[in-house]
């Protein structure tokens, strides 16, 4: 079965510290993996995905076949990154995601 | 231009009534997706829609639950006599479909959600 496993439900890191968020997967295929972040108040939104190979507001996160990780990683925290965020799968040839149980971050001063 | 909309935001019922929740996707995305946040367990997948028909309904918890969509736009998921651990913040998010809107983009944009409590 597809599973998205997120170890740490709350990680507190001091600002300017780096910062890494796990996210393990299981998936027999060809995944797509996103990473989603709801900061306080605010919707559920995309930051980042793994085929844009991309770096949203200092985040990246690398794509892991051989430990099917899919790792959120920012060298200096900052507090306005305190937030809750998800690790999603998508499956191949669907559009159904499968969400992790999500990492609360907290960026203390 | 507007987001997803959810309505109620809030709503509060007793054990064993019906209970209707609305989307409203952005205009023009083909793909629509519901879930549920229940505390701790993340986003669950319920169902998602391509245009009017759900090719995937396998993440409804039971058949107590439906959703419709018309018109390619609105959708409704409907829970009917709701039970306690039905309560949970449902979400909605939308989107194009890969190819519809150019490459990439089928970005899942979410609504506010409608927390829905059971008592």
């Known amino acids: 079965a597809q599973r998205v496993t997120q170890p740490e439900k709350l990680l507190s890191v001091f600002k300017g510290a780096p910062v890494e968020l796990k996210c393990n997967y299981s998936?027999?295929?060809?995944?797509?993996l996103f990473w989603y972040v709801q900061y306080s108040r605010q919707r559920l939104q995309l930051l980042l995905r793994?085929?844009s190979r991309e770096s949203i507001k200092g985040f990246t996160a690398d794509l892991n076949k051989g430990e099917t990780s899919f790792h959120l990683k920012k060298p200096f925290a900052q507090e306005e990154d305190s937030a809750m965020y998800y690790c999603a799968l998508r499956r191949g040839g669907t559009y159904k995601y499968i969400f992790g149980t999500g990492t609360r971050l907290k960026v203390l001063a | 231009g507007a987001g997803v909309s959810q309505s109620p935001s809030n709503k509060v019922t007793e054990k064993g009534k019906d209970v209707e929740l609305r989307c409203d996707p952005i205009?023009?995305?083909?793909?629509l997706y519901w879930y549920r946040q229940s505390l701790g367990q993340g986003l669950e997948f319920l169902i998602y829609f391509q245009g009017n028909s759900a090719p995937d309904k396998s993440g409804l918890p039971s058949d107590r639950f439906s959703a419709e969509r018309t018109g390619g736009s609105v959708s409704t998921l409907t829970i009917q006599r709701t039970q306690q651990e039905d309560s949970a913040v449902y979400l909605c998010a939308s989107s194009f479909l890969p190819g519809q809107g150019g490459t990439g983009t089928y970005e899942q944009y979410f609504g506010p959600g409608t927390r829905l409590t059971v008592t």
């Open positions: 998936y027999s295929g060809s995944p797509e």
């Open positions: 793994h085929i």
């Open positions: 205009s023009g995305h083909t793909a």
